[in-house]
C-alpha cells in the first residue's frame, strides 16, 4: 500500500468497535454479490487497511491501541458477520502481529509494527499440501551471505494475494521453524490466486512459490520457539477463527430472522398461520438464538482469558486460555453450521434462497470450519477438567 494514502490511527477499544461497526454496514451491501461473482476485495480492503483497524492489536509502546483480545474477536465478529471471507483475511495478520510479539527483537517490533500502522498488510505462507502431518514443514531458509534464501511451496495461503508482506514458515539448516516475513514484490516470489472453495470464496486462499527468493536477516523471527514454551500464539490464533464463525452464526440468524418475516412458504399458508406464529418455527428460533447469546458469551470471556495470558504469561494462564477459546471455538463451530442450516430449513427450497446469496453462509462456514478438527477441542476441554491436563502447545488450540 502506498504510503502516501492516509490512514487512520485509532487510539482505543471503544473507537475499533465503533469503525468496525461502520464498516460493517458497507461491506455487507456487496457481500453476496462478491460471493456469487468471486469478485475478490481489493477496494474493499484498502478501506478496511485505511481505517486503521489493521493496527489495532500493536501494543500502546509501539503507537498502536493495544486493544483488549475482547474487542480484536469483536471485531473480527463483526466483519465477518458482514462479509466471512473479509472477516477471515486479516487471521493471519493479527496471528503474524502476536508471533512479532512474543519472539521479535525491539528493532523488528518498531520497524514491522510501523508497517502495519502505516496501513501495510500481511498474509501469510504457512501451510503445505503433501506433508506427512499438518504440522511439517519442507519450505527451506539457507544461508546467502548476510541474508537467506526461501525455496518451496504454499498453500492455504489466506491473504497473501493482498498483502504487502508474506509470513512464511520456512526450516532452517538446523531443521528448526522460522518466520520470514517477506516482501510481496520480491524477486522469485510468486502468488496463485487457484483457491477453488465452494465457500469463503475470496479469501484468496491459494498457493505462493518461493524460488531462490532473498529474505534479509533482520525480516527472519524465531516461530518454533514460540510453541516450545507457553505463549499466547495458539488461542491467539484459535479466538480470531472462533470469532470468524460467529460472525458468520450471526449473520445466517439475522438473515434468517428477515427471511421468514418477509417471504411467504406454502406450508405456513396451509395451516393460515403465518410464519412468525407456526410453533415449530418459534421452536427453531429461540433454539438457535440461545446457543448463537451462548457462542457471543464464550467468545467474550475467552477474550478475557486470552488478555489475563498475555499479561501474565505461564503454563497455567496459557493452558486456561487455550481452554476457554478452544470452548469458544467447539461451539462457533456448531452454532454457525446450525445457522446455515437453520435458514434452508425455514426457508426451503425457494429459489430466492440463492438468488439472495443466503446459501453463501452454510457454505462460509461448512469452508471455514473445516480449518482445524474441533472433535480435538473437546478431547483437549475434557482432558483439562477431568484428568488436569493442559492442552499442546500449537496454534490449532
Do not use: C
Amino acid at each position: 500500500m502506498p504510503h502516501s494514502q492516509h490512514v487512520a490511527v485509532i487510539t482505543s477499544d471503544e473507537q475499533a468497535l465503533i469503525v468496525a461497526s461502520d464498516l460493517a454496514e458497507d461491506f455487507k451491501r456487496d457481500s453476496a454479490l462478491r460471493d456469487r461473482e468471486r469478485r475478490l476485495p481489493h477496494p474493499e480492503l484498502e478501506v478496511f487497511s485505511r481505517s486503521g483497524l489493521w493496527g489495532i492489536s500493536v501494543p500502546k509502546e509501539y503507537g498502536g491501541a493495544g486493544v483488549s483480545n475482547i474487542t480484536l474477536a469483536k471485531v473480527i465478529a463483526l466483519i465477518a458477520q458482514a462479509d466471512g471471507s473479509l472477516g477471515q483475511i486479516p487471521q493471519n495478520h493479527f496471528y503474524a502481529l502476536e508471533v512479532l510479539r512474543v519472539n521479535g527483537s525491539h528493532e523488528q517490533k518498531t520497524r514491522l509494527y510501523a508497517e502495519v500502522l502505516a496501513g501495510q498488510r500481511f498474509g501469510n505462507a504457512l501451510a503445505e499440501l503433501g506433508t506427512k502431518t499438518a504440522h511439517d514443514r519442507t519450505t527451506r531458509l539457507t544461508r546467502d551471505g548476510n541474508g537467506y534464501r526461501i525455496n518451496g511451496r504454499k498453500f492455504y495461503a489466506t491473504g497473501a494475494i493482498y498483502a504487502q508482506r508474506i509470513p512464511t514458515s520456512v526450516v532452517d539448516e538446523q531443521g528448526v521453524q522460522q518466520l520470514a516475513f517477506v516482501p510481496r514484490n520480491s524477486q522469485g516470489l510468486t502468488v496463485i490466486d487457484d483457491w477453488s472453495g465452494f465457500g469463503q470464496r475470496t479469501t484468496g486462499s491459494g498457493s505462493v512459490v518461493f524460488e531462490d527468493v532473498y529474505v534479509a536477516a533482520e525480516d527472519v523471527i524465531p516461530f518454533q520457539s514460540a510453541f516450545e514454551r507457553p505463549t499466547p500464539v495458539g488461542p491467539l490464533a484459535q479466538i480470531l477463527h472462533a470469532a470468524i464463525d460467529t460472525g458468520i452464526a450471526r449473520a445466517a440468524f439475522e438473515d434468517a430472522l428477515h427471511f421468514v418475516r418477509t417471504k411467504t412458504r406454502p406450508w405456513i399458508d396451509a395451516t393460515h398461520e403465518t410464519a412468525t406464529e407456526d410453533p415449530l418455527t418459534l421452536k427453531s428460533f429461540g433454539h438457535l438464538s440461545i446457543r448463537l447469546h451462548a457462542t457471543e458469551a464464550l467468545l467474550e470471556r475467552a477474550g478475557v482469558y486470552l488478555d489475563k495470558a498475555q499479561a501474565e504469561t505461564n503454563a497455567q494462564t496459557v493452558a486456561a486460555a487455550s481452554i476457554a477459546v478452544a470452548e469458544a471455538r467447539a461451539i462457533s463451530t456448531e452454532v454457525s453450521l446450525a445457522a446455515g442450516s437453520t435458514l434452508f430449513e425455514l426457508a426451503g427450497s425457494q429459489a430466492t434462497l440463492i438468488e439472495h446469496g443466503l446459501d453463501r453462509h452454510w457454505r462460509n462456514a461448512r469452508v471455514h470450519t473445516l480449518h482445524d478438527p474441533v472433535r480435538w477441542k473437546y478431547h483437549a476441554v475434557g482432558n483439562y477438567y477431568l484428568n488436569d491436563a493442559n492442552p499442546p502447545l500449537r496454534g490449532t488450540i
